[in-house]
């Protein structure tokens, strides 16, 4: 089966710009997570959807950060306006959702943002 | 709060020797622990999970790790390097909800 799609995987933008990124999940996972990885950390959670609804953005910088699942599919996130920190990869990730105690999260080759 | 701290920043080994990535986890109930991988350039993948069956957990390319409640460890292990095991590894706590909470990494290096 096809893995998660992310796009762009490379983008350069100055401070105060605005960005978008997308995501296309694997076919038929119902959750699906934005991750930020800074470079020399461990990738942390922004935002995790369940179809079309927000589970969690308890860590989502939202004066400048928003996310939206239109449709229970593909996702976008944006940045505006863009700050030096938050030079970043940036992961989505996705799973199915049933009764299981865990569902394994695949995740998509991820973006690469810098802010100059 | 479910924590991970992972000991070591960098690992380096020679080819054909056994390889020890060191986990240590804080949690307030019985964890889910996981361990990825992130080659250059590619996604993570997982490399095997505990969810309170078995402790020894085997995983792919033949890696495994033992959980040990009593020294509230996770370490990740396999008995000879191949140059492809260069990577960065993640070791991975899952909280009630199933959020995942990344350590900050080891990178292993593999020395022909």
């Known amino acids: 089966e096809a893995g998660v799609a992310q796009s762009p995987r490379y983008k350069i933008i100055e401070k105060r710009q605005s960005v978008a990124f997308w995501c296309n999940p694997i076919s038929g996972h119902a959750t699906l997570y934005w991750y930020q990885q800074i470079l020399g950390q461990g990738p942390k959670l922004l935002i995790q959807?369940?179809?079309?609804?927000?589970?969690?953005d308890s860590q989502l910088p939202k004066d400048r950060f928003s996310a939206e699942r239109l449709k229970g599919v593909d996702s976008t996130l944006k940045i505006q306006p863009a700050k030096l920190e938050d030079s970043a990869v940036y992961l989505c990730?996705?799973?199915?959702?049933?009764?299981?105690?865990?569902?394994?999260?695949?995740f998509g080759p991820g973006t690469r943002l810098t802010v100059l | 709060a479910q924590s991970v701290t992972q000991l070591d920043s960098h690992v380096s080994v020679s080819e054909g020797t056994p390889v020890l990535l060191r986990c240590n986890y804080s949690s307030s109930y019985s964890p889910s622990l996981f361990w990825y991988v992130q080659h250059p350039n590619k996604g993570l993948q997982l490399l095997l999970k505990?969810?309170?069956?078995?402790?020894l957990v085997k995983g792919i390319n033949g890696f495994e790790a033992e959980f040990k409640k009593s020294e509230t460890s996770f370490h990740l292990t396999k008995p000879s390097a191949h140059m492809s095991d260069a990577a960065e590894y993640f070791c991975v706590v899952s909280d009630a909800g199933g959020k995942l909470i990344f350590g900050q990494g080891t990178e292993l290096s593999v020395k022909p």
């Open positions: 990730a996705s799973s199915r959702m049933d009764r299981a105690r865990y569902n394994e999260q695949f």
């Open positions: 959807f369940q179809n079309n609804g927000v589970v969690d």
């Open positions: 505990y969810t309170s069956a078995a402790t």
